[in-house]
């Protein structure tokens, strides 16, 4: 994905989409056996404590489960045989939370040796980010297994962003299983984290080739963001916050930001543009239990979409390289 944060989901097999938009990886797409919530019971009772004492960087989580898939295929680190999802462009100095993750999984082992995957640490671990920051609470079930492969030219195929239409974005959405409400709720997840420049600074002063800024921008948000990317390509990394307004919780202020044309990216205004997502989103700027219950529901449909079990993988010793 392209944002710093879950921003949502260390998050997961999420989004956000973010910011968050497809789940399951590019090449272990089918499901061998079914997830269960129990999995770990007996093998690992420890799991959901070890987890949630080990969180600290809870808006570097989300991104890594939305954005990815759920076959832990985008912790894995480039090696001689294959490219992997970190360095693609929606991704490449954008995702964080590796470190966290890497933690995490340490502790899981020294508990509970080769029987947790990384897939499932990273679900478990996207969870617990959006309660800590005021989200709302699901049920996780397990059984993945990581993915033994990853492809950089798949992630830049199958990820939105930031610049893509609507139509494109919701596409890639249906081809996961996925449907439009759950993109308008996962994209949600942009209520957490950071943009890099580089993503929305197209808005900011050529729009569309105009020369001029994109006309739907409010004029202080614009005078802002100009002032910390300011155009030229060094300014490309630097951060901004995707909701000004409340950057570390996880509250329907996204949304309430759209509604007054303050979205950061263009994918995320479009969606107010878009007759078919425009009345979600005003519903879910007015309802925040509304929007809470709804990306819970979507993170459950997400996380058992696309996972890899019964066979094809392994449960990884480290995160960043195969067995």
């Known amino acids: ?21 497809v789940s399951g990886s590019p090449y272990n797409d089918k499901s061998d056996g079914p997830l269960a919530y129990s999995f770990y019971d007996k093998s690992c009772p420890n799991l959901f404590m070890i987890v949630s004492r080990t969180i600290n960087y809870i808006t570097e989580l989300l991104s ?29 100095n954008s995702i964080r939370g590796f470190e966290v993750i890497d933690s995490i999984k340490a502790d899981v082992e020294k508990s509970c040796p080769s029987t ?23 049920l996780v079930s397990f059984g993945r297994l990581d993915s033994l492969t990853a492809s950089e030219k798949s992630a830049n195929e199958q990820l939105p962003a930031p610049f893509e239409p609507i139509e494109n974005i919701t596409a890639k959405f249906l081809a996961k299983g996925l449907d439009l409400k759950d993109m308008v709720v996962l994209s949600g997840g942009h209520t957490i984290g950071f943009a890099q420049c580089l993503t929305f600074k197209n808005r900011l002063f050529n729009f569309k080739g105009s020369g001029k800024p994109d006309p739907s921008l409010d004029p202080s948000m ?23 307004q409340s950057m570390y919780r996880f509250d329907n202020m996204y949304y309430k ?15 107010v543009l878009d007759t078919k997502t425009a009345a979600m989103v005003k519903d879910y700027s007015a309802d925040p239990f509304l929007f809470a219950t709804h990306f819970a529901a ?5 996380g058992n979409t696309g996972v890899l079990t019964g066979q094809g993988g392994e449960i990884r010793k480290k995160c960043g390289s195969v067995n």
């Open 222 to 244: 614009l005078s802002g963001l100009q002032t910390t990317c300011p155009n030229i390509d060094q300014s490309n990394s630097k951060l901004a916050p995707l909701d000004s």
């Open 64 to 92: 890594l489960f939305v954005a990815q898939g759920c076959d832990g295929s985008v912790l894995l680190d480039d090696t001689n045989t294959f490219k992997g999802e970190k360095n693609a462009f929606p991704n490449h």
């Open 298 to 302: 979507s993170m459950v449909k997400l």
């Open 116 to 138: 947790v995957s990384c897939a499932d640490v990273l679900a478990l671990a996207a969870r617990e980010a959006v309660v800590l920051s005021g989200g709302p609470f699901w």
């Open 257 to 271: 930001s759209l509604m007054n044309n303050n979205g950061l990216l263009e994918s995320d205004q479009a969606l």
């Open 1 to 21: 994905m392209y944002l710093k944060a879950f921003n949502p989901s260390a998050l997961f097999c999420i989004v956000l989409y973010l910011a968050p938009f």
